[in-house]
C-alpha cells in the first residue's frame, strides 16, 4: 500500500509543480497529456501543441486564466468546477449553471469506466490540494516518447480518490447487541453519495497476525427488512453477522448500495421484469436502463482502511467485489464462501449470479 501511494505520490508532486503528466485512456490506445496551467502558460501552450492539439482548457469559473483572451484563443474552454471532495461539475456554458453537463459526482465503477478523458484527468487532478483551478490538455497525436514514470492510468486515478482523505468521516460509534451477540456499529457519512454508511465491528479475538473477516453487505431493502424470499440477502447478512462473531476479528460493512447500486425504484422495475416478463437479474437491469452490477468499493475500502482491517479476508462468493476492493490498493488475503442454499423462490437468482455473474456458487 505505501509503495503504491509513494508511486501516486510523485505523479501529483510533478502535477503539482505544473509538469506535464500523460493519460491514457482505459479503452483505448489513445493518451492525452495534461497539466495545470500556472504563470508560465504560454511555455505549457508551446509544449502542448508539439504534441498534436487541439488544446482543450478545463477551468473554474473563479480562474483568472480565463479571463486572459490570448491564452484560451487556441483552446476549446470548459469551465468546470473543482470541489474539495474529487467532484467534478463541467460546464457548457459559463454563465448558466443549470447548463451543467456530464462528469457529476463519480459514484460507481461501471459509470467511471464510462467517463470521458476530461472527467479522469480533472479527477485525478482534484485530488491536488490548493487552488490551482485550471487544467490544459490535449490528446496526443504525434509520435512522442512518453516517460512511463509520468504516464496514468485507470489505476492511478481509482488510488488518488482513495487516498483522497476526505471521502469519508467517521460520524459515531455506539454498542448494539444484536441476534448474533454485541458489535460496535460505527457510522461513515461519505461526501461522494451523501450518505451514511455503516460497519459492524467485532474485535473480541483479535490476536497478533489474526487476518480480519470482513465481509461487504450492499443494502436491500425487500430482502434485508422485509424479508422477501426472491434473493438471499435476508439470510446471507444474519449469517454474516454470525460468522464474523464467531471467528471474533471482523466487520460487516454495510453499504447504501440498494439494488447493486442502481437504486430500490430501478431494482423493483427490474423484479416486474423478472416476475411478469421472464426476464433474469442481469437483462432485467439492461432492460431498465442499467449496469447489470453498478456497484463502486470506493467507500468500503476507505471505511475498512479507516477501521485498519487490511490485508482481509473476504466472505463472498463475488469476484468483482475482491477486484473492486484492489482496484484501491486493498489487499485480499482469501475469499471466504458466503453460500446459502437455494429455495424454490432464489434458485433462479442464484443460477444467474452463478451463470452470469461469475459468482463461486
Ligand atoms: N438490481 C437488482 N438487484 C438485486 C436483485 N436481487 C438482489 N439485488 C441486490 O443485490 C445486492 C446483493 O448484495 P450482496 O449480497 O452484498 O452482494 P452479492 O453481489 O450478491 O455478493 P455476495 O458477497 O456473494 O453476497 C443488494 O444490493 C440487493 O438489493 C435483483 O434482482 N436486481
Known amino acids: 500500500m505505501n509503495q503504491l501511494k509513494d508511486r501516486l505520490e510523485k505523479k501529483l508532486d510533478h502535477l503539482r509543480r505544473g509538469e506535464l ?20 502558460a504560454e511555455l505549457k501552450i508551446a509544449d502542448l501543441m508539439t504534441y498534436g492539439g487541439p488544446l482543450s482548457l478545463l477551468v473554474s469559473d473563479q480562474s483568472e486564466i480565463c479571463q486572459s483572451r490570448e491564452i484560451i484563443e487556441d483552446c476549446t474552454v470548459l469551465p468546470c468546477e473543482f470541489t474539495p471532495q474529487g467532484l467534478i461539475n463541467v460546464f457548457n456554458n459559463q454563465s448558466e449553471t443549470e447548463d451543467r453537463v456530464l462528469l457529476r459526482v463519480v459514484k460507481n465503477h461501471d459509470i467511471l469506466e464510462n467517463l470521458s478523458v476530461e472527467g479522469r484527468i480533472v479527477e485525478f487532478a ?17 509520435k512522442v516518447n512518453v516517460d512511463s514514470s509520468l504516464l496514468l492510468n485507470e489505476e492511478d486515478v481509482s488510488l488518488s480518490r482513495f ?20 458489535f460496535k456499529l460505527y457510522s461513515f ?26 465481509r461487504i453487505e450492499s443494502e436491500c431493502l425487500t430482502g434485508h427488512v422485509f424479508g422477501s424470499l426472491l434473493c438471499d440477502c435476508g439470510d446471507q ?52 436502463g442499467m449496469p447489470e452490477d453498478a456497484r463502486d468499493y470506493l467507500i468500503g475500502a476507505q471505511i475498512i482502511n479507516y477501521l485498519k ?39 433462479r437468482y442464484l443460477d444467474t449470479k452463478r451463470d452470469r455473474m461469475g459468482h463461486r456458487i
Open 309 to 347: 482491517f487490511e490485508p482481509l479476508k473476504l466472505l463472498t462468493n463475488n469476484p468483482a467485489k475482491i477486484t473492486g476492493l484492489n482496484r484501491y490498493g486493498l489487499s485480499v488475503e482469501q475469499q471466504v464462501s458466503h453460500i446459502i442454499p437455494p429455495s424454490k423462490h432464489n434458485k
Open 237 to 288: 447478512l444474519s449469517k454474516g453477522l454470525e460468522e464474523i462473531k464467531e471467528y471474533g476479528y471482523g466487520a460487516l460493512v454495510y453499504l447504501r448500495q440498494e439494488g447493486r447500486g442502481i437504486g430500490l425504484k430501478a431494482k423493483l422495475d427490474a423484479y416486474y421484469l423478472q416476475q411478469f416478463h421472464g426476464m433474469d437479474t442481469v437483462d432485467a437491469n439492461i432492460a431498465v
Open 189 to 214: 457519512y461519505s461526501e461522494i453519495d451523501a450518505r451514511y454508511h455503516w460497519a459492524f465491528v467485532c474485535d473480541e479475538k483479535k490476536e497478533e497476525k489474526k487476518t480480519p473477516l470482513v
Open 21 to 40: 503528466l500523460y493519460y491514457k485512456a482505459e479503452k483505448s490506445e489513445d493518451v492525452y497529456a495534461f497539466c495545470f496551467l500556472n504563470k508560465s
Open 163 to 182: 487516498f483522497n482523505p476526505r471521502l469519508i468521516e467517521m460520524t459515531g460509534m455506539t454498542e448494539l447487541d444484536l441476534q448474533q451477540g454485541s
Open 126 to 142: 482534484s485530488n491536488v490540494e490548493g487552488d490551482e483551478h485550471c487544467l490544459i490538455y490535449t490528446k496526443i497525436y504525434n
